[in-house]
C-alpha cells in the first residue's frame, strides 16, 4: 500500500551518518513505490550545497547521490526560508530544484503526510 | 496534531529551538532522556505547547518537575503515543 512519507532532514552531511542514512531509507522506500516527501531544516539545508568536495575527507558526496532522486520520481524537495536566511545560504548556491516554505507552514506539510521521520 | 519527543538538552543542542520553531499551537512535546534538562530552560517557560516530562529521566538526573509541565511514566507515554497523528524524535 502506498503511503505519504515525510522525511525531515535536520543534519549536516559528513558530521554524523544521519544525512546519509535518510537518504539510504528514501530510496529504499521509494523502491517500494511509497510516496516520498523532503523536507530541509535546519543544518539539513547544508545537504544541499552544490559545491560539496568531500572526496578530500574520504566520504561520499551527499548532493552527488541526490541527483538520483528525480529518476525515483522524488520531486518534492522543501526548504524552510528562515532557516535559510539563518545560514546565509543563497537559493543559487543549492544543488537541487526546491519549493520554498515558511516555518509556519512546516505543521501543514505535517499533517498532509501518513508518516514523519526524522533524521 | 504531533507529539514531539526531545531528546536532547538545549543547553548543548538546538533541537528544542527547532521543534519550537515549526511547531503548531495544538502540538505537544515530551521531554525524555536528556531533554528533560529543559525543565531548567527558559524556553520550556514561555511555549504555550501542552508539555510532558518523563518522570524516570527526570528524578534519574535528581531534577525537579514544574507546574506547567506534567510529569508522566512509561504507560502514559504509550497512551500520549497513540493519541496523535504523528510522532516525531527530535535528537
Same mark, same amino acid.
Given at each position: ?7 525531515? #532532514? ?6 554524523s ?23 530541509f ?69 505535517? #499533517? ?8 | 496534531?504531533?507529539l ?8 548543548? #543542542? ?52 514544574? #507546574? ?21 524524535s527530535?535528537?
Amino acid at each position: 500500500m502506498t503511503k505519504k512519507i515525510l522525511i525531515i #532532514n535536520r543534519s549536516a552531511p559528513y558530521g554524523s551518518s544521519l544525512a546519509r542514512e535518510g537518504l539510504d531509507y528514501v530510496l529504499t522506500s521509494a523502491a517500494y513505490d511509497q510516496d516520498i516527501c523532503l523536507l530541509f531544516s535546519g543544518d539539513g539545508l547544508f545537504q544541499l550545497l552544490k559545491d560539496q568536495q568531500p572526496k578530500q575527507i574520504n566520504l561520499k558526496s551527499q548532493i552527488g547521490a541526490m541527483e538520483i532522486l528525480p529518476l525515483y520520481d522524488i520531486e518534492d524537495l522543501f526548504v524552510v526560508e528562515e532557516d535559510l536566511l539563518e545560514r546565509n545560504i543563497k537559493p543559487e548556491s543549492l544543488g537541487m530544484e526546491v519549493k520554498t516554505i515558511k516555518r509556519s507552514e512546516v505543521s501543514q506539510l505535517i #499533517n498532509s503526510h501518513d508518516k514523519v521521520l526524522s533524521f | 496534531m504531533t507529539l514531539h519527543l526531545i531528546q536532547r538538552s538545549p543547553f548543548t #543542542n538546538t533541537v528544542l529551538k527547532d521543534c519550537l520553531n515549526i511547531a503548531d499551537p495544538q502540538d505537544s512535546i515530551l521531554l525524555m532522556e536528556d531533554g528533560v534538562y529543559g525543565l531548567q530552560h527558559p524556553l520550556m517557560q514561555q511555549t504555550q505547547l501542552t508539555a510532558y516530562a518523563l518522570q524516570e529521566d527526570i528524578s534519574a538526573r535528581g531534577l525537579k518537575s514544574k #507546574n506547567s509541565i506534567k510529569e508522566i511514566d512509561y504507560c502514559e507515554f504509550v497512551n500520549l503515543c497513540s493519541q496523535h497523528k504523528h510522532v516525531i524524535s527530535w535528537y
